[in-house]
């Protein structure tokens, strides 16, 4: 299974980004998606998750900011990223997790928010 991130980039503070991550296998029959983010100095932090049920949770930090979305027929899991901050700077990863095959990881994809 390969998982490919992609969408990161520059943005300025008030910005927008979509990640999205490709699934090299079905991810229509899944325990959980969720993305983590790591800032220079930090350690990792879960910034959101999708049951496969569809049940959605998030850091306080990006409450009402951030959006966890799958699209089966495309085997992607995208996190909208709204009004972005300069602490919203990381490397982003995407995870998805399998009853019968466990989690994998993409390789993770830069998001910097500056003006």
């Known amino acids: 299974v390969q998982l490919q991130a992609s969408g990161g980039g520059l943005v300025q503070p008030g910005g927008s980004l979509r990640l999205s991550c490709a699934s090299s296998r079905s991810i229509f029959s899944i325990d959980a998606v969720g993305w983590y983010r790591q800032a220079p100095g930090k350690q990792r932090e879960l910034v959101g998750m999708?049951?496969?049920?569809?049940?959605?949770n998030y850091v306080d930090s990006v409450k009402g900011r951030f959006t966890i979305s799958r699209d089966n027929a495309k085997n992607t899991v995208y996190l909208q990223m709204n009004s972005l901050k300069s602490e919203d700077t990381a490397v982003y990863y995407c995870?998805?997790?399998?009853?019968?095959?466990?989690?994998?990881w993409g390789q993770g994809t830069q998001v910097t928010v500056s003006s």
């Open positions: 999708m049951t496969g049920g569809g049940s959605t």
């Open positions: 995870y998805v997790a399998w009853r019968d095959r466990g989690a994998y």
